[in-house]
């Protein structure tokens, strides 16, 4: 995003906020004191973790002095459109729903089942980044089920480097920008739960643009496949792509 119009643009939005802050008495109390807080916490406590705490607090004061304003809400809309403008893979997804033809898709049959879940005692905490590509399965791995949000950025998950156990498994995706894509072994039973504001589905050879739709789908050896996935996925731009290997 270097391009001299973005950096024009963005300088008069910067204005525009700046002026929304200072014509505004609740919102440049906010700004003045949250600053304040974060820069001079060791004004008010000397002990460590009271500066760290008013600290947290300057900034939350900080960025809600900011996104009260709606010139912020611009400056996002601004970025998201440059953003979209620069990717031109992610300008085709979005558009493509918007102006083509609607193909039919291919019927499925749905069978719904109860199962028994194996219970685990264990507790794992891991943190996933809210923006930026990722990628699961590059190299060898033990399954685990999945499930993280993320704001920006492309997902790749690979199930050709793990051995799934023999039961349904689960991959859950929340994201609001980014393309996923799922490689998953032809022997594995897949279930899909899919919704997406605007983007695309594949699958295979099948294609389906979507509109603020929701979409499910399981293969036909779903039922009596012994290793399950089930992947249930929202989003509000993006491509969703599963891939047989």
């Not at 600053?35 to 008010?44: T, V």
């Not at 022997?187 to 099948?206: A, P, Q, R």
């Amino acid at each position: 995003m270097n391009h001299p119009l973005f950096k024009l643009v963005m300088g008069l939005l910067g204005i525009w906020l700046l002026y929304d802050i200072v014509t505004s008495g609740s919102l440049l109390v906010l700004f003045l004191l949250g600053l304040f807080l974060m820069i001079f916490p060791d004004k008010l406590f000397k002990k460590n973790h009271k500066q760290e705490n008013l600290f947290w607090l300057g900034l939350i004061l900080f960025l809600l002095s900011i996104f009260f304003t709606s010139a912020a809400w611009v400056i996002l809309i601004v970025l998201l459109i440059f953003k979209v403008g620069e990717d031109h893979k992610m300008f085709k997804t979005i558009k493509d729903p918007l102006t083509k033809k609607q193909p039919k898709w291919r019927e499925k049959d749905y069978v719904s089942f109860h199962f028994k879940e194996e219970q685990e005692e264990t507790v794992k905490l891991s943190r996933k980044k809210w923006f930026g590509d990722d990628s699961i399965g590059y190299d060898i791995y033990e399954w685990d089920d999945i499930n993280f949000s993320k704001a920006m950025g492309d997902t790749v998950i690979d199930l050709g480097n793990t051995i799934l156990p023999k039961k349904e498994n689960i991959v859950m995706i929340r994201k609001v920008l980014g393309d996923t894509k799922l490689l998953i072994p032809e022997e594995v039973g897949v279930s899909l739960d899919l919704s997406v504001l605007l983007g695309k589905v594949k699958i295979g050879n099948d294609h389906l643009d979507l509109k603020n739709e929701t979409l499910k789908w399981q293969s036909a050896t779903y039922p009596e496949s012994s290793r399950k996935i089930k992947i249930v996925l929202n989003a509000l731009i993006g491509e969703v792509e599963v891939i047989f290997i």
